[in-house]
T-cell receptor, first 113, second 116 residues
């Protein structure tokens, strides 16, 4: 069955360092992958999308890589700040079946001052 | 413009009662999704509406769950004879939808359902 795994339930990083979150998947051939941020008591908010034919995408302090051979995406936050503390979810999707968007369980990131 | 809204924000009910959760998607979005999120868990897909097509109900966990979308806009998720395991946050999302395009979802704040 299709499965997404995010590297750990929680990640604790010192402010200013780069946070790296991992998303691995099996039994799926996604057309694109998305990363969302979720704060407590709120719905997820879209951050970045990367297509299967793209290796890397950047947005301000965020960087996403996508390796379809390894079936893995890495999500980096550089110069991390306490305000970056949240849960980050990865999601896989295909063009042919929008309802088959599959979300990982998320990684809770804490940035300590 | 206005985002996705959901009501109520919190719902406490007794086991065996029926509940209705409402979602108002972003105007012009043809796709609408319902997810369930239990504490510390990822999003569990429930149902998907796309335009006038038949909904994808493959994620509904039992026949106690149903959803409808009237006029291609507002959606209602109904849970009949609620059970304690139904307690979770129910999230609604909408998107522009359509095949062959990337589909970024915009989520509402969710409805926290507690079944006593």
């Amino acid at each position: 069955s299709q499965k997404i795994e995010q590297n750990s339930e929680a990640l604790n990083i010192q402010e200013g360092k780069t946070a790296t979150l991992t998303c691995n998947y099996t039994n799926y051939s996604p057309a694109y992958l998305q990363w969302y941020r979720q704060d407590p008591g709120r719905g997820p908010v879209f951050l970045l999308l990367i297509r299967e034919n793209e290796k890397e995408k950047r947005k301000e302090r965020l960087k996403v890589t996508f390796d379809t051979t390894l079936k893995q995406s890495l999500f980096h936050i550089t110069a991390s700040q306490p305000a970056d503390s949240a849960t980050y979810l990865c999601a896989l999707a295909s063009y042919s079946s929008a309802s088959k968007i599959i979300f990982g369980s998320g990684t809770r990131l804490s940035i300590r001052p | 413009g206005a985002g996705v809204s959901q009501s109520p924000s919190n719902k406490v009910t007794e086991k065996g009662k029926d509940v209705e959760l409402r979602c108002d998607p972003i105007s012009g979005h043809t796709a609408l999704y319902w997810y369930r999120q239990s504490l510390g868990q990822g999003l569990e897909f429930l149902i998907y509406f796309q335009g006038n097509s038949a909904p994808d109900k493959s994620g509904l966990p039992s026949d106690r769950f149903s959803a409808e979308r009237t006029g291609g806009s507002v959606s209602t998720l109904t849970i009949q004879r609620t059970q304690q395991e139904d307690s979770a946050v129910y999230l609604c999302a909408s998107s522009l939808g359509g095949r062959g395009r990337t589909d970024t979802q915009y989520f509402g704040p969710g409805t926290r359902l507690t079944v006593l």
